[in-house]
């Protein structure tokens, strides 16, 4: 999960290459410092893409095989499939950086799509990446929080993926990191319906994971055994409870950065290029 997190990081920068050598360029010491550190990101998450192509370079044969396109190079393909799971652009500018057509990307996303989720899960550990827990116990290891993907309306059974906190329908997936800030499992494809609680005690690998230690949530996971939940506003009626919320609070920054991560909008710049 560590490399995963460094490359993705790494491809927002590279679809921004242009922007930051601008920005580096300004003729001051500042700009000349900004320059060098775009350079030296710039060769650092090249080197990272060719880190998983030569990792994944065994299913060459295969994707073209199932592709049968002649109009683009293997390395071009895993580059577009990433471009599209970090950025999420539209088919149409996909088509316009790589001169390939709609139906063309369409039949490369779905090929590579499940050869980088068997590459990908590798990195997540299912266990604590280091002996880093909460300062209120060494028994809080972790931190579980769920989110929410919106979802358009759907046709039929719209009851099951309408979220009444939210306001919306939508997928529910529930997050377990460690105090290092990585994912440790993800549970998703929940019913918007349902509350954080009955998801996450319906998560047996979640629950397997934290086994006889607990995680830091907020209120909502309150009634759950394996969790440590926060007070309502309502419930704050002591110092000893007012100083627990602060410190929770402040802990659970983690998960919320990674939820922010997670549910950020993409964008791609039209005039980037790509060699």
């Not at 679809?15 to 700009?31: D, H, I, S, V």
């Not at 926060?230 to 410190?247: A, E, I, N, W, Y």
């Amino acid at each position: 999960m560590k490399k995963r997190h460094k490359w993705i990081t790494g491809m927002k920068l590279i679809l921004c290459q242009r922007q930051t050598m601008a920005k580096g360029g300004e003729r001051t010491a500042g700009g000349r410092e900004q320059l060098t550190k775009g350079r030296i990101a710039i060769k650092n998450i090249r080197d990272q893409f060719h880190i998983v192509l030569n990792d994944i370079g065994h299913i060459k044969e295969e994707v073209v095989r199932k592709t049968n396109l002649k109009c683009t190079s293997f390395e071009n393909m895993l580059l577009l499939t990433l471009i599209w799971i970090v950025h999420y652009p539209p088919y149409s500018l996909l088509t316009a950086l790589f001169g390939v057509s709609e139906f063309c990307i369409s039949k490369i996303i779905h090929t590579m799509i499940p050869h980088l989720v068997e590459y990908f899960v590798q990195y997540i550990t299912h266990c604590a990446t280091g002996d880093i827990h909460s300062i209120m116990s060494t028994k809080i290891k972790y931190i579980l929080d769920g989110t929410i993907h919106p979802l358009s309306k759907p046709q039929t059974r719209q009851h099951l993926w309408y979220n009444g906190h939210y306001k919306i329908h939508g997928i529910m997936s529930q997050i377990l990191i460690d105090f290092n800030g990585y994912i440790i499992a993800v549970e998703t494809g929940i019913p918007g319906h349902l509350h954080d609680a009955t998801q996450a005690r319906n998560c047996q690998t979640i629950k397997k994971i934290v086994g006889k230690d607990f995680a830091l949530t907020d209120c909502a996971y309150s009634n759950l055994n394996f969790c440590v939940g926060g007070f309502k506003g309502k419930q704050l009626t002591s110092k000893s409870r007012k100083t627990f919320d602060k410190v929770s609070r402040h802990e659970q920054v983690l998960i919320e950065n990674v939820n922010s991560f997670l549910k950020k909008p993409r964008t791609t710049s039209k005039d980037c290029k790509f060699k």
